[in-house]
Structure formats: C-alpha cells, structure tokens
C-alpha cells in the first residue's frame, strides 16, 4: 500500500501558476510510476501528467501538453506538477495517482486511471479571476 499526500492547490488567476506536490510512503519509491489525473463538478476523472519509474519518460494530453510539467525527486520521495499558463477550463479536484511496477517496466508511463491503485485525497485547484 503506498499513501500519497497532494499539497499546493489554490486559487490563481488565469495565465497564473502553481506547482502541485504529492509525497509518497509504504513503498520504495523509485519502483513507483507516477501520475497526475483531474476531475471536474460533473465530469469524469481526467490524465493530466504520467512520469515513468526512471523518470526519464513523461505524457500529456494535449489539453495541457507545453503548459504543464511533471517531474520527480526520488531523494525526497515526491513528485510534482508543474502547471503554467492555467485557464479557468483547469479547474479541478487534482489527484496524485501510483502504482508499483516490476524494473522491467523502469521507463514505462500510464494515462489510464485504471493502470493505478493508490490515490492521494486531492486538491483543488481553481482558476478565476
């Protein structure tokens, strides 16, 4: 079982930015793949960013490919969202997502939400002038 813990969300401005952090525990976290999904009031939980166990492979939707950046401290046990240039259309509950994978699979990254087992509680992000 691994247990994440999202912080950073806000309110911010359109074209503003936040960086949101999600800090890993109960497993080692260099064997995790990492990602980041959104769920809007009345929509379906989202892809937003997926990091691969190396840390050298990441995906986006195109909805915020440029805009936004994931990445990960190993040493710190945490991974980040970046996102820049935020729209009124990113607000949402963002959730850190993981899942433990065999080494074989090192550079592999997931945008399914079905591919994760272990979720944060969210954040809310909202964007609004």
């Known amino acids: 079982q691994v247990q994440l813990v999202e912080s950073g969300g806000g309110l911010v401005l359109p074209g503003g930015s936040l960086r949101l952090s999600c800090a890993a525990s109960?497993?080692?976290?260099?064997?995790?793949?990492l990602g980041w999904f959104r769920q809007a009031p009345g929509k379906e939980r989202e892809f937003v960013a997926a990091i691969s166990q190396s840390g050298l492979r990441t995906d986006y939707p195109d909805s915020v490919k440029g805009r936004f950046a994931i990445s990960r401290d190993n040493a710190k046990n945490t991974v980040y969202l970046q996102m820049n240039s935020l729209k009124p259309e990113d607000t949402a509950v963002y959730y850190c997502a993981a899942v433990v994978r065999p080494a074989a699979y090192y550079s592999s990254v997931y945008s399914s939400r079905y591919s994760y087992d272990n979720w944060g509680q969210g954040t809310q992000v909202t964007v609004s002038s």
């Open positions: 109960g497993r080692t976290f260099s064997s995790l793949a």
